[in-house]
T-cell receptor
């Protein structure tokens, strides 16, 4: 296992379109996290899963955002009706429950034009 | 509420100089965890260190050292004899439960040859 994988690395979309990102965590990790990082800022927590259960969602996660982890393995993050303010790097991370510290993926950079 | 401040937005040093990156945090939790991550131009966040609130011992790992001072709510990071490969954005982060992190805004370090 080579780490946390995210796909695509870059996505350019027109305002109003829907986009979906995928994250494949480290296989033995049961926790998966999504963060958003805007230019010049630190990452901000969006949501996390333990196995397939979504345990916490940030207030940053508006109704246009939805995340799933249907089989407790990979996860998808969908943004509906994208807005220019959604332009950011979306980072995924995974960990083993009871550990303190994540392994991050390289992120998906979204540009909304 | 939890907050992490990294007052230095950008630092430039010449190779082989020592450099200290400052981190000040705020939390009401009695148990918490502090982290440093490195984000090179490729984008992934690389874990450097985790410290829990009960362990105030300073740590040294090669050219890296960390100074945790609970009395001043600071967790500073020093790179000794900096190298060009150290150029990156460095983030300090705080977690009360090890599940979601509050990141600082980051310090961009440029090490010039």
């Amino acid at each position: 296992d080579t780490g946390v994988s995210q796909d695509p690395r870059h996505k350019i979309t027109k305002r109003g379109q829907n986009v979906t990102f995928r994250c494949d965590p480290i296989s033995e990790h049961n926790r998966l996290y999504w963060y958003r990082q805007t230019l010049g800022q630190g990452p901000e927590f969006l949501t996390y899963f333990q196995n397939e259960a979504q345990l916490e969602k940030s207030r940053l996660l508006s109704d246009r955002f939805s995340a799933e982890r249907p089989k407790g393995s990979f996860s998808t993050l969908e943004i509906q009706r994208t807005e220019q303010g959604d332009s950011a790097m979306y980072l995924c991370a995974s960990s083993w429950a009871g550990s303190y510290g994540y392994t991050f993926g390289s992120g998906t950079r979204l540009t909304v034009v | 509420a939890q907050k992490v401040t990294q007052a230095q937005t950008e630092i430039s040093v010449v190779e082989k100089e020592d450099v200290t990156l400052d981190c000040v945090y705020e939390t009401r939790d009695t148990t918490y965890y502090l982290f440093w991550y490195k984000q090179p131009p490729s984008g992934e966040l690389v874990f450097l260190i985790r410290r829990n609130s009960f362990d105030e011992q300073n740590e040294i790992s090669g050219r890296y050292s960390w100074n945790f001072q609970k009395s001043t709510s600071s967790f500073n990071f020093t790179i000794t004899a900096s190298q060009v490969v150290d150029s990156a954005v460095y983030f300090c982060a705080l977690s009360g439960d090890g599940q979601n992190f509050v990141f600082g805004p980051g310090t961009r370090l440029s090490v010039l040859p």
